[in-house]
């Protein structure tokens, strides 16, 4: 979550006598991090999310209404992103169900819609990407071209020998280039990011379970994948 949200949460917590919850519940990060990275909710012993009640229901949410939450978590599993070609959209693969929608041979494939699908916090999202801002003598200048054809090789499905949960590896890879790792961190880190997720593939029984584990290191805490 980015510093509002963690700063309006304290402010709850502590005009209601719960500031050791808070320190509990909201982790600052230890490293400067990207946009709108600041903190992170812990989870319970069991791998929810703090907040979850014993019927999975938030119980923020219950005690301070939707608006109160975060971005992520008003959006969630949505992952908005604004950028010069608008609004773009896709999901987050630590959500069982869009795990369970991914695993399917259909690829996935890019729709452009005249509107939104739906309304986002204002000025909140994810990330914002405007390669057109970088000089053109800079590869990231080409970003969108870049990432097309990063999509294109992905899902040339020659190129790989299929096998249980390949089709959920190459969907999930399409969308975690789509939420646009190179232009954010470059080629290098998100090189790194990759490598991590192929290690926790060898040491996790299932593809989907090795998913879950990086979209959670991802989203939390994602400097540690690069420790």
Wanted: hydrophobic share 35%; charged share 25%.
């Amino acid at each position: 979550m980015d510093e509002t949200s963690y700063r309006r949460n304290e402010a709850l917590f502590t005009s209601t006598g719960r500031k050791a919850e808070f320190d509990q519940a909201f982790i600052r990060l230890k490293e400067a991090a990207g946009y709108g990275e600041y903190a992170y909710i812990a989870k319970q012993d069991r791998g929810g999310c703090w907040f979850l009640d014993t019927n999975n229901r938030c119980r923020l949410h219950k005690e301070a209404g939707h608006s109160h939450l975060d971005a992520v978590c008003q959006t969630y599993p949505r992952y908005p992103m604004s950028t010069s070609r608008g609004i773009e959209l896709t999901l987050s693969f630590s959500c069982p169900a869009v795990l369970k929608l991914a695993d399917r041979e259909e690829p996935l494939a890019i729709i452009k819609a005249d509107q939104q699908p739906m309304a986002f916090p204002e000025n909140n999202y994810a990330v914002e990407i405007y390669p057109q801002q970088q000089s053109p003598w800079e590869p990231l200048h080409y970003y969108f071209e870049l990432e097309t054809h990063f999509i294109d090789i992905l899902q040339c499905r020659s190129l790989v020998v299929t096998g249980p949960g390949d089709y959920l590896l190459e969907n999930f890879l399409v969308s975690f280039i789509f939420r646009k790792p190179f232009y954010i961190y470059g080629f290098e880190k998100t090189s790194l990011l990759l490598e991590r997720l192929w290690g926790q593939m060898r040491d996790t029984k299932t593809i989907a379970a090795a998913i879950l584990q990086f979209e959670f290191q991802y989203g939390h805490d994602r400097q540690a994948l690069w420790r």
